[in-house]
């Protein structure tokens, strides 16, 4: 198992990001892609991402890639851009010497291809390929989907910022998931490599992931920022396709439950106060705290007191019913343990 060792201060730096990564999303999603494991959640993506993507870019990405044992650390940048195309960037911006070291531990897993030797000797011409490549796969297999996959990774943040806002960072760390135990001071994360990771004082980010599979990963060379990636919660509909010619997400909860009622469930996806669900929706705060009332009644948000005012969070059976798929009765695979980095 993989042991993360926190100090005093380690623990006063525990972040949960707020949104999903994107180049962490693509890489693990190329992991899926060549599994078979959860079809209720993935099955439909892999039919349309196979569909989609030209077989010889496919290729380039699977070579560095294997669903199992290591990728290497520079196709997810410790210190991510603000969007995609920014953190692309500083991709294919990593020193050529890190490159080539990467894709050497690469060779322990699979044999080096013309492809990854061209890589590894830093040719221009090849990380202008793994750029194109790389955008062509987002375009398809993250691109339609990330506003689903935003609703989801937004949600497990707010559920972790109220365990750790209302129990503290202990009982964030104790139920980050089934895999990972919280044994103070030490983080044990099974299924992974023997090692330890000492934090020294610099904390770690803990990121949400829609793609994340059973067991949590993070980069492999130490002395990167810390990050530990862990699978949110996987239900059928998380990955909700919209196209540009399609009716927004909004339009069949309308249907069902009004628009306002259906905006003010989505702002409850971050979490807010009522004042705030107020001005998301456009309505008073009378009719906002309205709102609230009925969603919570039908199971759909939380509210709990924060001070001097109360904050609204959705639930599962919220989130289930924004994916419009899905139910809680609907039984997932068991897990399986898999060697990560």
């Known amino acids: 198992m993989l042991r993360i060792h926190f100090t005093p201060r380690d623990l006063a730096r525990v972040t949960v990001a707020a949104t999903p990564a994107p180049l962490w999303e693509v890489l693990l999603s190329l992991h899926m892609l060549q599994q078979s494991d959860g ?4 099955e439909d993506w892999r039919r349309h991402v196979r569909a989609k993507v030209a077989p010889d870019q496919m290729r380039l990405l699977l070579e560095l890639t294997p669903p199992k044992g290591y990728s290497p650390d520079f196709l997810t940048p410790a210190e991510a851009g603000p969007d995609f195309e920014t953190t692309l960037e500083m991709t294919l911006a990593t020193p050529r010497q890190e490159i080539r070291h990467q894709l050497e531990l690469l060779s322990k ?16 011409a090849s990380l202008h390929k793994l750029g194109r490549a790389i955008r062509t796969y987002h375009a398809a297999a993250i691109a339609p989907y990330w506003k689903s996959i935003g609703t989801h990774v937004s949600a497990d943040h707010a559920h972790r910022g109220e365990a750790l806002a209302r129990h503290g960072v202990d009982r964030l760390l104790s139920t980050l998931h089934p895999r990972v135990r919280w044994v103070a001071p030490v983080l044990q994360v099974l299924d992974m490599h023997d090692r330890d990771l000492y934090l020294d004082g610099r904390g770690i980010q803990l990121q949400p992931s829609a793609f994340c599979w059973q067991v949590p990963t993070k980069l492999r060379d130490p002395e990167l920022k810390p990050i530990l990636v862990y699978p949110i919660q996987h ?6 396709q919209q196209s540009m010619d399609a009716l927004p997400s909004s339009e069949p909860l309308s249907s069902l439950l009004g628009s306002t009622r259906a905006a003010a469930l989505e702002a409850a996806v971050a979490g807010c106060t009522t004042t705030e669900l107020a001005k998301r929706c456009k309505i008073s705060p009378a009719a906002a705290s309205h709102q ?30 924004l994916s419009g798929h899905g139910s809680g009765s609907l ?7 898999r060697m990560t980095a």
């Open 109 to 124: 897993y699979r044999p080096m291809s013309p492809w990854t030797r061209e890589l590894a000797q830093g040719e221009r």
């Open 39 to 42: 079809r209720l959640v993935f």
């Open 292 to 321: 609230a009332t009925v969603l919570r009644q039908a199971g759909l948000i939380t509210t709990r007191r924060a001070g001097a005012s109360v904050r609204h969070e959705v639930t599962q059976l919220g989130i289930w019913l």
């Open 235 to 240: 239900a059928p509909g998380i990955l909700r």
């Open 331 to 337: 039984r997932q695979p068991q897990p399986q343990p």
